[in-house]
């Protein structure tokens, strides 16, 4: 590929810019995750349960990479502070888009920043935003072959979540054939199934979350 | 985006390889499909049940990006030419790949080349291979607000494949306003409700694509 020293560049810059993004964000003691899925993996109804279980004693914003605000304007109804990158139809959020982002919100009032990234399960995973904990989405209806198929975002994952549960038994699905995937890819990688539309699972991962914030507010523990 | 004018540049160079690509599939009388999706929307399952329909009189054969090679097995087994193109995590296929792969296969020995792009709805729409007909694959399960928010692919299909339709009676689908976002995105474009699993609507879309290839062997008529 002539390009590729192009893209190196861009690379380096972006991981400068990434681990200024990550100053700010601790300087201002926020905890940020970097969401990605599929299109239609369920990123915005996961985010959504997200808020509903957290929002009574967590400070949560929202920042979502995308070229309409279709999915904030429900957030921003709930009194949820929401800043919207407008990717232009880029195939991936990358550290400058936050950076310029950042300042549009007031990180000071915010525990919790969720950062809903492009649908793309493919370039996304090549860019750094500065967040701390890359959560991938995975739902059943795309099939079990999927940590096959794009490792790079199942390997760099902190926490995968296999959403859609509820549609399991009306198809073929081996959980045993995907948890392999993910096991020789991304070792020990916290995994929760989940279904948004029944509440299976949520809980775990609510409580998962939960300690990644205390260990946040207390870094010396 | 300071790299605007490379992308600008590798754009041109993209659309004069499609041309080539396009030279040669036309000399060789071969109708080429680009099939697009998001990840685990159903390519290789749609590209198989096309093969059971049409194998029988239309010479087939299947161009793959992948990094690897487990799509294109079960395909080989049976008989049909494959070339998987390893895109090394790439995030689509360009005009390039598809150049350097037309020579593994015999072209005059094929009516019917389908080429399986990488899982991804943004990328793919801003690269041209050659081919005649871009396919566009959504399903049921990835939410019916996806041409709202991919518009180039959408905008871009000359066929769209709806598939999953067995899972729409388990979940929440308005038709209607996914047929609202495409129409007014790509008026009067092809469109087929379809279910691999159940076989709804295969039909349909095998009568269209045996038009196009009528058509592509007639081009007097």
């Given amino acids: 590929?002539?390009?590729?020293?192009?893209?190196?560049?861009?690379?380096?810059?972006?991981?400068?810019?990434?681990e200024?993004?990550?100053k700010t964000l601790d300087d201002a003691g926020v905890l940020a995750l970097n969401v990605m899925a599929s299109p239609?993996?369920?990123k915005t109804t996961v985010i959504g349960k997200t808020i509903d279980a957290l929002r009574d004693d967590v400070r949560i914003g929202v920042m979502d990479g995308d070229i309409v605000a279709i999915d904030l304007e429900g957030f921003a109804a709930q009194g949820i502070p929401v800043s919207l990158i407008n990717t232009g139809g880029n195939c991936?959020?990358?550290a400058n888009m936050v950076h310029n982002a950042l300042p549009t919100m007031d990180l000071n009032a915010l525990d919790l920043l969720i950062i809903e990234n492009v649908g793309n399960l493919v370039c996304p995973a090549a860019f750094k935003l500065g967040s701390h904990i890359n959560v991938v989405i995975a739902s059943?209806?795309?099939g079990a072959d999927k940590p096959y198929k794009y490792p790079a975002m199942f390997s760099g994952a902190d926490v995968l979540l296999l959403n859609k549960m509820d549609?399991?038994?009306?198809?073929?699905f081996d959980v045993e054939y995907f948890r392999h995937g993910v096991e020789v890819l991304n070792p020990g990688v916290a995994f929760f199934p989940i279904s948004c539309r029944t509440g299976e699972g949520l809980d775990a991962w609510i409580d998962w979350l939960r300690a990644r914030l205390a260990e946040k507010a207390q870094p010396g523990a």
């Fill in 167 to 172: 549609l399991a038994e009306y198809m073929e």
């Fill in 40 to 42: 239609g993996g369920g």
């Fill in 140 to 142: 059943v209806p795309e």
């Fill in 1 to 18: 590929m002539p390009n590729i020293p192009v893209v190196e560049t861009i690379l380096s810059v972006n991981d400068q810019l990434a």
């Fill in 20 to 22: 200024q993004n990550r």
């Fill in 92 to 94: 991936h959020l990358d």
